[in-house]
């Protein structure tokens, strides 16, 4: 970490004539919503993002005559902060939501061969809006889903707040209630591995509890799934850029920040190759361990903590037919590596053929296997999996890969999560991995850029926006 003590005199000893300055360190979805929200307070504010772009994780980037997402990023209706975001930017037509959850599930498991069920929702309350699909699911026997069920209620009962949780894997407690290895593999994880990017045994139940339960078990409407129809830069670069050009934010790219460190007025500079920015409130919304690097002396008791935090990569490969192949927008599949398969032929901007993307989660294993060995076992699964493969003819073939895509969410992370607020006042965190209540998705990245706002603007004695997302209005 840096050098440097902690202020002695209250936040606020650089302001000017001006008014209040904040500095955001990182552009991705959390740093972005810090930026909107300080500059909606009326605080002059300076976004520094090293790369040459907005967006963070969830970027595109373009291939020959393509617009390619690195990853395949999903969001569900009760993702109320992201759907602030996209509202706030201008984005939401562009990323619309099913009207009702619908998710095609094909096994390639069973001895009689590849079958079809679906996970959907009926306009019921809850829980009776899944009791049809849960009674009608194929991949399950009928004891199976009865068992399944008995589970569900058993999660609805548990205290999200109970740091007990946190300690204990979700595969122990679903052993516990009498869930099968199969049950295990074709709902459980079928759900947690695209949500937590962990497997039950390895993820924590306080995690796996806040999935199941805000998303299955709160709302009838809130596991309905959205997406973007349009290249994710669009959204998160683009538009993010237009409205923080409207909120008066100096938006400053391809700019590393390389310390952070008191200033002689009591305040903080932030600096960067040839340039020094002094600013009143400085939010760090970057990954843990960069986080790390640039937090001075005692602003967390225990900063190590922060490389403690594991992190875990996703992998995804992308395949372009010269016909089409699948009528879906997106399936998912049990009995083969491949795990959920997305249909971006449009937002690409595919004229001739289908271009399929598989997002690949858990993807120790693979992250750094050869594009050729890739090829060599995903295109003979898709055969298995969409039958219309085995006439089409392969137009590209590329993989995208995230090594540290999300935080491990293993048990006992969340005693590593630090808040918004450090020890140094005017220092703030913000990052799907900080203490969001909810894994690595872009609704924890937009959460925690609000709870580091509210943060700052609580300490500069300024309102908070009235558009502001509010976090009581999240589904519980």
Request: charged fraction near 25%.
């Amino acid at each position: 970490m840096s050098d440097g003590t902690l202020p002695q005199q209250p936040l606020g000893g650089t302001a000017r004539a001006g008014g209040r300055h904040a500095v955001v360190i990182g552009g991705g979805l959390a740093g972005l919503t810090s930026a909107l929200a300080l500059a909606d307070a009326g605080v002059r504010v300076t976004l520094l993002e090293s790369r040459p772009r907005l967006g963070g994780l969830a970027f595109s980037f373009r291939r020959g005559d393509l617009t390619v997402d690195n990853g395949q990023h999903v969001y569900l209706r009760c993702c109320t902060a992201y759907r602030w975001f996209l509202d706030r930017v201008g984005g939401a037509a562009l990323a619309p939501l099913q009207s009702r959850l619908d998710v095609p599930v094909i096994d390639l498991a069973r001895p009689e061969g590849r079958r079809l069920g679906r996970l959907r929702r009926d306009p019921l309350p809850v829980p009776l809006h899944l009791g049809r699909s849960l009674a009608a699911y194929p991949h399950l026997s009928l004891a199976e889903r009865a068992r399944v069920g008995r589970a569900a209620l058993a999660l609805r009962s548990l205290d999200l707040a109970d740091p007990a949780l946190d300690e204990t894997d979700f595969g122990s407690w679903l052993a516990a209630h009498g869930q099968s290895a199969r049950a295990v593999e074709a709902l459980w994880d079928l759900v947690g591995v695209a949500t937590l990017n962990a497997r039950a045994a390895d993820a924590s139940l306080g995690l796996a509890a806040m999935v199941f339960k805000t998303g299955l078990l709160s709302d009838p409407g809130a596991a309905d799934i959205g997406w973007a129809r349009v290249p994710l830069g669009e959204l998160h670069d683009r538009l993010a850029r237009r409205a923080l050009d409207s909120a008066g934010v100096r938006t400053e790219v391809r700019t590393r920040v390389t310390s952070v460190l008191l200033n002689e007025n009591g305040g903080w500079s932030v600096q960067v190759p040839g340039e020094r920015f002094d600013a009143d409130a400085v939010v760090l919304a970057v990954p843990q361990r960069e986080a790390h690097d640039l937090l001075p002396a005692g602003a967390l008791d225990a900063p190590d903590r922060l490389l403690d935090i594991g992190t875990a990569p996703i992998l995804n490969v992308h395949v372009r037919y010269d016909r089409k192949v699948l009528d879906a927008p997106f399936v998912a599949a049990l009995g083969t590596p491949v795990q959920w398969v997305f249909d971006r032929t449009e937002a690409a901007g595919v004229e001739h053929g289908q271009y399929l993307a598989l997002s690949q989660s858990v993807a120790q294993d693979e992250i750094d296997t050869p594009v050729a060995d890739l090829r060599e076992r995903y295109l003979p699964e898709l055969r298995r999996l969409l039958p219309r493969t085995r006439d089409a003819g392969v137009v590209d073939f590329f993989v995208t890969r995230e090594r540290t895509a999300t935080f491990a969410p293993t048990p006992g992370v969340g005693r590593l999560r630090p808040g918004a607020r450090t020890k140094a006042p005017g220092l703030y965190l913000a990052g799907a991995w900080t203490a969001t209540g909810w894994p690595a998705t872009m609704e924890s990245a937009v959460r925690s850029g609000v709870s580091a706002a509210d943060a700052a603007l609580d300490a500069l004695g300024r309102p908070r926006p009235t558009r502001l997302f509010v976090p009581e209005e999240a589904a519980a």
